[in-house]
């Protein structure tokens, strides 16, 4: 089966420019994470949904950022517009998430951001 | 104090030495627990789980913890150069659905 696919896996833009970034999960799972990855900041938690619906989107930094999942299948996460301190590595994972059940999640590749 | 604390290292341990990984955790509650390896440009990779106090063994690689004193473990026996890595710790709340990743401990092992 294929891991989680992200793409695209590299992006270059310019300030003030939109960014899409897009996740595929695990087929069957049912939980789906993006993350944001920096030197600076390590690993942090931007928005997850459960069963296609956001749970908790405190970790996204501000309005410029907004999530995505129309169905079980894809995700998106959108940066309008976007500036240089977005720039940094955003990973999506996914989770078959059950009552009481294990967390393991799985990452995809990442996409790596670079905002001029 | 952050919910999930690792030191940052970087940890360095000569080929075929035991590399011992630290993780403290501050919520007591904490039921699920995690190792995530990632290598240099890479996405996270799971290599441990443990939900239970006591050891858990998977190879050259066993997670130790103890929720009495809140903490977590990984043990790295013969360590060879290829688990060169920063290893991630997280830690799940009873039904919580997101894991809380401590900052990494980065580890070197020297031919």
């Known amino acids: 089966d294929a891991g989680v696919i992200q793409s695209p896996r590299h992006e270059v833009t310019e300030m003030g420019q939109e960014v899409t970034l897009r996740c595929k999960p695990i087929s069957g799972h049912n939980s789906l994470f993006w993350y944001r990855q920096t030197m600076m900041r390590g690993l942090e938690l931007l928005i997850y949904f459960n069963n296609n619906v956001p749970i908790d989107d405190s970790g996204m930094p501000e309005d410029r950022f907004s999530a995505k999942m129309p169905n079980a299948s894809f995700s998106t996460l959108k940066i309008q517009p976007s500036e240089p301190r977005d720039s940094a590595v955003y990973f999506c994972?996914?989770?078959?998430?059950?009552?009481?059940?294990?967390?393991?999640?799985?990452f995809g590749p990442g996409t790596r951001l670079t905002v001029l | 104090q952050k919910e999930v604390e690792q030191n940052s290292g970087p940890l360095s341990v000569p080929e075929g030495a035991i590399a011992s990984l630290n993780c403290t955790y501050s919520?007591?509650?904490?039921?699920?627990f995690f190792w995530y390896r990632q290598y240099s440009g890479k996405s996270p990779e799971l290599i441990m789980s443990?939900?239970?106090?006591g050891d858990k063994e998977d190879g050259r690689f066993t997670a130790q913890l103890n929720k009495a004193s809140q903490y977590v473990s990984l043990l790295i026996r013969d360590s060879q150069p290829s688990d060169s890595a920063t290893y991630l710790c997280?830690?799940?709340?009873?039904?919580?659905?997101?894991?809380?990743f401590g900052d990494g401990t980065t580890l070197t092992v020297k031919p």
């Open positions: 997280a830690v799940n709340k009873p039904n919580a659905g997101k894991s809380t």
């Open positions: 919520d007591r509650v904490s039921q699920s």
């Open positions: 994972a996914s989770r078959r998430s059950l009552a009481g059940g294990p967390h393991e999640q799985f």
């Open positions: 443990i939900y239970s106090n």
